[in-house]
């Protein structure tokens, strides 16, 4: 088994991380590639490009094709028959003795707790919580889209900086100094140049003002502070609800934070954590970077009783 490779493949709408590991664990390489997402509209539009990027961490790990296993742990892969085509399209490539896919949600969760229980928050251009008891139950909360849901996230941020900036210059809200930020950052001269700019705006250029707005909560804006923490709060409220849901627990479970906004030194990390301490009813935060990749090359190392070759449904 340690001369096997298994390969675990992190994807979403900004690029894909592939990571090569051993039959007793150990990272043998790592290669960022493109986009890699299931789109509802044709979901194994993408196989080629995974098959590409197996093909090359295998090949930097010194290893050929097929590999051992294979997870790709996928933005978008919430449909289990969305799942079921790629996995298949997959198999077509020949890339992996086994194979499956999954969201890259689950593939996160497994690298902050392996087969135990845990809450796990991901807060980035969208924001879920999801958690797993002890009796293996799973629950989800959040993770609904920007229409009606993403509360925590950095679209959400973004857009409740828009709109309070445009409310101080109106003067139908607090004075603040977010115009000029997200001025700046939207790069248009004037207030009236944010409507077209917003109307074309796609959810990552919001999400993209939220490191600056959380630059000005540091440096006293009060609008921009009330912004994260009513932020902050918001993924404590994800928290409680699904602690809530597989309540009662035998022990307070670890709570996990991941994305591009709770990272170690990311600027929603430090006020969520104090968010969720108040509610006094969860163990420890975990205090590394969860590794998405690396969960899912641990998934792919499990034995093959515990990996059938049809894509596992997960968690929601």
């Not at 039959?23 to 997402?37: D, F, N, Q, T």
């Not at 700019?197 to 250029?205: G, V």
């Not at 921009?224 to 597989?246: C, F, Q, W």
Request: glycine letters at 14%; proline letters at 7%.
């Amino acid at each position: 088994m340690d001369n096997e490779i298994f390969v675990g493949i992190d994807g979403g709408g900004s690029g894909a991380t592939a990571v090569a590991i051993d039959g007793a664990g150990k990272e043998l390489a790592r290669v960022r590639g493109g986009p890699a997402l299931v789109r509802s509209h044709d979901p194994v539009a993408g196989g080629s490009a995974l098959a590409d990027l197996v093909d090359r961490v295998t090949r930097q790990a010194g290893g050929r094709l097929p590999v051992a296993g294979l997870v790709c742990a996928l933005a978008g892969a919430g449909r289990e028959e969305d799942r079921r085509l790629l996995a298949a399209a997959l198999i077509r490539e020949a890339v992996a003795v086994r194979l499956r896919v999954v969201t890259d949600v689950e593939a996160a969760f497994h690298d902050a707790f392996g087969e135990g229980p845990g809450i796990l928050v991901i807060s980035g251009t969208g924001s879920i919580a999801m958690a797993r008891s002890a009796d293996g139950r799973w629950v989800r909360a959040g993770g609904w889209g920007a229409l009606l849901g993403d509360e925590g996230s950095g679209y959400a941020i973004g857009l409740a900086a828009l709109r309070a900036a445009v409310r101080a210059h109106d003067g139908r809200g607090a004075t603040t100094g977010l115009l000029e930020t997200v001025l700046a950052r939207a790069g248009v001269s004037g207030p009236e140049g944010l409507i077209a700019w917003a109307d074309q705006a796609r959810k990552a250029d919001i999400a993209a003002l939220a490191p600056a707005i959380a630059d000005a909560a540091r440096d006293g804006d009060d609008v921009a502070a009330a912004i994260i923490d009513d932020a902050a709060k918001e993924l404590a409220r994800h928290v409680s609800a699904v602690y809530g849901a597989l309540a009662p627990w035998p022990e307070p479970p670890g709570v996990a934070l991941s994305g591009g906004l709770l990272g170690p030194d990311r600027p929603l990390r430090d006020p969520t954590i104090r968010a969720i301490e108040r509610l006094g009813t969860t163990g420890p935060v975990l205090d590394r970077a969860v590794d998405a990749a690396r969960g899912a090359a641990e998934m792919a190392r499990r034995p093959p009783g515990h990996f059938p070759l049809r894509p596992h449904p997960g968690p929601p």
